[in-house]
């Protein structure tokens, strides 16, 4: 089985192990205190390192969040989940299957699940009565810049 083209051109040391035999856990808290602060004329951004990171050859999950009111519009390249776990949010979207043509807006809150399918433009925009925490995933895990996350990584 092929997990990611790389295996096959001798590139496998640019990304982590597939998981093949345990499943791996960790546990995420919204009392996790980031690591990092990065501000920027879209708002503040905060990370938390390795111990709110998933990450192998077939998966990749991580804690992330945003200050309040902080605005961020990304395309995704690839399907990924969002899980809320502190805070609201408004977000603003258009589909890729819809030319693009038809936006649309819904709010989320604590406990929300969104999927962002690939080709998807997304915003979203931070309540201004606090920070948005959520988990987000992507499946494969190789579907991130392999060795851009594999050299964040090492540096945490």
């Known amino acids: 089985m092929t997990l990611w083209s790389g295996y096959e051109f001798n590139k496998a040391d640019a990304i982590p192990d597939p998981i093949i035999d345990e499943i791996p856990v960790i546990h995420l808290s919204a009392d ?7 501000k920027t ?16 050859a077939n998966a990749f999950a991580m804690m992330e969040m945003f200050g309040k009111g902080t605005s961020l519009t990304w395309m995704y390249p690839f399907d990924e989940f969002h899980y809320i776990i502190q805070g609201r949010a408004r977000v603003t979207y258009t589909l890729a299957g819809t030319g693009h043509t038809q936006k649309k807006v819904l709010d989320v809150e604590v406990g929300d699940l969104i999927v962002t399918p690939v080709g998807s433009i997304v915003e979203f925009k931070v309540d201004p009565s606090g920070p948005l925490r959520r988990v987000c995933g992507v499946m494969p895990g190789v579907a991130m810049n392999a060795l851009q996350m594999a050299n964040w990584a090492k540096e945490q």
Do not use: N
Not at 32 to 38: A, D, G, L, M, Y
Not at 41 to 54: N, P, R, S, V
């Open 32 to 38: 996790i205190e980031p690591i990092s602060e990065t």
């Open 41 to 56: 004329t879209a708002g503040t951004y905060y990370m938390f390192g390795k111990e709110a990171i998933l990450w192998s």
